[in-house]
């Protein structure tokens, strides 16, 4: 399914902003309020350094999206503190303002709450 979630993104975000994700900006940047989506997923990996976090999310019905295992971009890195591989979360994403991208900007561990994705 990972081929789906780059034509998402392509369709999404204009070039520019796709060159610009690759430089892995460090700094937090503005998320527009209005287009804030909540999704849940198991963690497969976090790249701390590079803000990265590698979800298999459940479809995201807000966006249109199936479920899928995908990185996304976290807003800040604190918000991978105590995030593990193998923790069910759910998260909220925002579109960053400037370049266009999606940006987790929460992550809540689910714990034994709800059952596993696989
Ligand atoms: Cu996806």
């Not at 590079?50 to 966006?63: D, G, N, P, Q, V």
Request: aromatic content about 6%.
């Amino acid at each position: 399914m990972k081929w789906i979630c780059y034509l998402l993104a392509a369709s999404l975000i204009p070039a520019a902003a796709l060159a610009d994700q690759q430089r892995h900006h460090t700094a937090t940047q503005g998320v527009e309020k209005s287009a804030v989506h909540q999704g849940t997923g198991k963690v497969v990996a976090v790249d701390r350094a590079k803000l990265s976090i590698k979800l298999a999310h459940e479809a995201i019905k807000s966006l249109g999206w199936p479920g899928m295992t995908m990185d996304f971009t976290v807003a800040d890195a604190a918000l991978l503190d105590g995030i593990k591989g193998g923790d069910t979360v759910t998260f909220e994403l925002g579109k960053d303002a400037k370049t266009g991208k999606w940006l987790i900007t929460r992550i809540t561990p689910q714990g034994a709450k709800l059952p596993a994705v696989n």
